[in-house]
């Protein structure tokens, strides 16, 4: 699995980075930090030069064994840092002007462009609570358009996050059925660690709904705790199908959640709503011969509004004060034509 970090030297990027690291990255996969230079912008501040940031990458990195760090070439192709002290271990590119493009906009389409399949960063970078983004959705502005258009799985790392390799960490998982929310609950089952993590299984939906979800979604977890030791809960919640509902009721998993120093409130970033008729979703008139790894390209209704969140997920993103997990296989495509194909496409 290739992760992404865009790190920025501040407090939250380092944790993200940290997150990484210790708790979601398993011995072989690549991790990618991807840093995005705009001088001035900041003042001064000799913490946030290339060079003192480079040193303190590599002192983070110290601890990343069994990874594979990677960096970008001019050119478009990878290498891997043949040592953790090298000063390629990061890609770095610099916004030369105000008008060029945002800085938001080059990370989302630096985690395209590098088939990325997992985006990590803080829920704000070094504006932190200031920024008139954070004021309207309680992310920064590189954090609320990564949850919208990123072509691939986004963690989001709020204030209060805590990363202790010696600590459990709880993934508390929303299902609702459909194909996004089934690929959060096999994230969390690929990342939760050996006779240490937690799996919650919170089943959303009507009473005829909810049974054949938690059927499937307790063996998925049976396996798991078979092959891994996971400790693991199925909660079913029988749901109306009202949006409302759907987004006040997950307040209370949002609030274990934030009372926990290293959890993540995970969900799909469409909802079964959304991909009624598709195929994708379990538990309704899904086709059975309908292959787990199919392309979502056609996931979204032909009504359903320009976006690849769905409403559950806008009520995560906006209400939930915990750090997130939004998961989106990798193969979708956002509506607005987002995902870029060459490196040389990149400022």
């Not at 002007?97 to 070094?126: H, P, W």
């Not at 009520?315 to 194909?341: D, F, N």
Request: with cysteine; charged share 25%; glycine share 6%.
């Amino acid at each position: 699995m290739r992760f992404l970090v865009a790190w920025d030297g501040s407090e939250l990027s380092t944790v993200a980075l940290r997150a990484t690291i210790h708790v979601l990255a398993r011995p072989g996969d690549q991790l990618l930090v991807y840093h995005v230079r705009s001088p001035g912008r900041y003042g001064a501040s000799e913490e946030f030069e290339l060079e003192k940031l480079q040193a303190r990458l590599a002192q983070e990195l110290q601890d990343a064994e069994g990874l594979n760090i990677l960096s970008q070439r001019k050119s478009g192709e990878m290498d891997e840092a043949a040592q953790v002290d090298s000063r390629s271990l990061m890609t770095v590119h610099q916004k030369e002007k105000a008008e060029a493009m945002k800085i938001s906009r080059m990370i989302v389409n630096f985690a395209a462009c590098t088939n990325a399949d997992v985006l990590v960063m803080g829920s704000t970078g070094r504006k932190e609570t200031n920024s008139e983004c954070f004021q309207r959705t309680t992310l920064g502005s590189s954090a609320h358009l990564a949850a919208l258009e990123a072509p691939c799985s986004v963690v989001l790392i709020r204030p209060g996050c805590r990363v202790d390799p010696k600590l459990a960490t709880v993934f508390m998982v929303a299902v609702d059925g459909s194909y996004h929310s089934q690929y959060a609950l096999q994230l969390c089952s690929e990342w939760a660690r050996p006779d240490k993590d937690e799996i919650v299984c919170r089943v959303f939906g009507p009473a005829e709904f909810t049974e054949p979800v938690e059927r499937l979604c307790t063996d998925q977890l049976q396996a798991v705790m078979r092959d891994k030791k996971v400790e693991y809960a199925v909660i079913p919640t029988e749901l109306d199908e009202s949006a409302d509902v759907h987004g006040d009721d997950m307040s209370d998993a949002a609030q274990q959640c934030r009372f926990r120093q290293q959890a993540f409130l995970v969900f799909g970033a469409r909802g079964r709503r959304a991909e009624t008729g598709t195929g994708q979703q379990i538990g309704g008139e899904a086709s059975p011969s309908s292959p787990a790894g199919s392309p979502l390209s056609s996931c979204a209704s032909p009504s359903a509004t320009p976006t690849t969140l769905g409403h559950v997920a806008r009520w995560c993103i906006k209400e939930a004060q915990c750090s997130l997990i939004i998961a989106r296989p990798r193969i979708w495509q956002s509506p607005t034509g987002l995902v870029i194909l060459r490196a040389a496409s990149l400022p």
